[in-house]
């Protein structure tokens, strides 16, 4: 069983930034993808940010620019660091990783969410 541990929400003002960390534990073969994706009040979950092997990146439209998605292999962590925050950033923020086991099945985990708020 894996789990994915988020953290590094809060509460900010318009402008400010934070950086989401999210680090898998367990016992697997390996980390094939990982991302964030985030969901408001009323609205659909939707894919942040994404980093697969080699380092290849996909941002959501509305955040390109401001947010800067990466990852530390040997530690099995991502990260998000969040610029430029507008009140529509508000969201719970989920960690997202694809592990792939010994014998070639994948699986998708989810973290527990972060909250971030950005006051105007």
């Known amino acids: 069983q894996v789990q994915l541990v988020e953290s590094g929400g809060g509460l900010v003002q318009a402008g400010g930034s934070l950086r989401l960390s999210c680090a898998a534990s367990g016992r697997f073969f390996s980390i094939n993808a990982m991302g964030w994706y985030r969901q408001a009040p009323g609205k659909q979950r939707e894919l942040v940010a994404a980093?697969?092997?080699?380092?290849?990146?996909n941002y959501a439209d509305s955040v390109k620019g401001r947010f800067t998605i990466s990852r530390d292999n040997a530690e099995n962590t991502v990260y998000l660091q969040m610029n430029s925050l507008k009140p529509e950033d508000t969201a719970v923020y989920y960690c997202n990783a694809e592990i792939g086991s010994w014998y070639g099945r994948t699986y998708d985990y989810w973290g527990q969410g972060t909250q971030v708020t950005v006051s105007s």
């Open positions: 980093i697969i092997t080699g380092g290849s990146t």
